[in-house]
Nanobody
Framework: QVQLVESGGGLVQAGGSLRLSCAAS????????MGWFRQAPGKEREFISA????????SYADSVKGRFTISRDNAKNTVYLEMNSLKPEDTAVYYC?????????????????WGQGTQITVSS
């Protein structure tokens, strides 16, 4: 079992920045590919970004590429999502997730553990 707890959400103006953190406990954090997803009201959950076990490889959805940066610190069992140039359409509940797969998967069905989510609201 892996327990994931997100933090860092909140209210921010358009153009602003936020940094999300996701702290993991339980099994060895470095064995998992980590991902970030989001879900806006009335919409399906959407893949945002993933990072490999070592942190050497990353992937991003086109909607956030160039604005968001994923990183991880295996010594601290934490994955981060740095979000810049935020837009109102980034408003959603953001989730971190852990996958036992080696590849940078984007489908939520490929993730085994999920956090409870943290709300981000971007005002115009």
């Amino acid at each position: 079992q892996v327990q994931l707890v997100e933090s860092g959400g909140g209210l921010v103006q358009a153009g602003g920045s936020l940094r999300l953190s996701c702290a993991a406990s339980g099994r060895t954090f470095s064995l998992y590919t980590m991902g970030w997803f989001r879900q806006a009201p009335g919409k399906e959950r959407e893949f945002i970004s993933a990072i490999s076990r070592s942190g050497s490889r990353t992937s991003y959805a086109d909607s956030v590429k160039g604005r968001f940066t994923i990183s991880r610190d295996n010594a601290k069992n934490t994955v981060y999502l740095e979000m810049n140039s935020l837009k109102p359409e980034d408003t959603a509940v953001y989730y971190c997730a852990a996958s036992a797969l080696i590849t940078l998967v984007a489908a939520d069905r490929d993730y085994d553990y999920w956090g409870q989510g943290t709300q981000i609201t971007v005002s115009s």
